[in-house]
């Protein structure tokens, strides 16, 4: 096998296949996070809860340059709006 394939095969791999609304939603809550080891858990929020508020508290949350760990921030405030 050529060594090209191989490198294209893997390239393909790592691209991100989206299918559906609550796929492309979870999977820019993770960019504007910076957060993408965690995009399957944003992609599972996206298709549980509402898109657009998820999507607004991360634009929120990822324009504070105070904080540091926008994910967990992210989770924390989410876990107050659900009560």
């Keep these: 096998m050529d060594k090209n394939y191989l490198n294209k095969i893997k390239e393909r791999a790592q ?3 989206v299918y559906k609304k609550f796929q ?3 999977l820019e809550i993770a ?3 910076s957060d993408l080891p965690h ?3 944003y992609i599972k929020l996206a ?3 509402n898109e ?3 999507r607004t508290l991360a634009k929120t949350i ?3 340059k105070k904080i ?3 994910g967990a921030y992210f989770m924390s405030m989410l876990k107050t709006l659900r009560k």
Excluded: C, D, F
């Design 39 to 41: 995009k399957a858990l």
């Design 15 to 17: 691209k991100a296949r």
């Design 68 to 70: 540091a760990k926008k």
């Design 24 to 26: 492309a939603t979870g």
């Design 62 to 64: 990822s324009q504070n």
């Design 47 to 49: 298709k549980e809860n």
């Design 52 to 54: 657009q508020q998820l």
């Design 31 to 33: 960019e504007l996070l």
